[in-house]
């Protein structure tokens, strides 16, 4: 299971903006697809956004056209913008790593702390 750190999170009025980063170690083949997962409280955990090594993006439909997904393959490195957000963005965010597109929520063994998105409306 690979390693992570993530940073970024905070509180933001309706509209507005944040940047997630994490950093990851582990293998390559742990590190192929980089993603973000997030909890609102009584809710499931969701994946939000995943990049491949190769740099395939999947994006759920409640933040298409909001964020957007980013990696450095050097440094292990991937970045969520978050544009535009709404209360129902409100969630504790976490960064992951898989060896592919297909691992689902329920496939990880081990998560990071998350980093805690607010927003207000």
């Known amino acids: 299971q690979a390693q992570v750190a993530e940073s970024g999170g905070g509180f933001v009025q309706s509209g507005g903006s944040l940047r997630l980063s994490c950093a990851a170690s582990?293998?390559?083949?742990?590190?192929?697809?980089m993603g973000w997962y997030r909890q609102a409280p009584g809710k499931e955990r969701e994946v939000v956004a995943r990049?491949?090594?190769?740099?395939?993006?999947y994006y759920s439909d409640s933040v298409k056209g909001r964020f957007t997904i980013s990696r450095d393959n050097a440094r292990n490195t991937v970045v969520l913008q978050m544009n535009n957000l709404k209360p129902e963005d409100t969630a504790i965010y976490y960064c992951?790593?898989?060896?592919?597109?297909?691992?689902?929520?329920?496939?990880?063994?081990?998560w990071g702390q998350g980093t805690q998105v607010t927003v207000s409306s």
């Open positions: 992951n790593a898989a060896p592919s597109q297909d691992w689902k929520v329920s496939d990880f063994r081990s």
């Open positions: 582990g293998s390559s083949f742990r590190l192929n697809v």
């Open positions: 990049i491949s090594r190769s740099g395939a993006i």
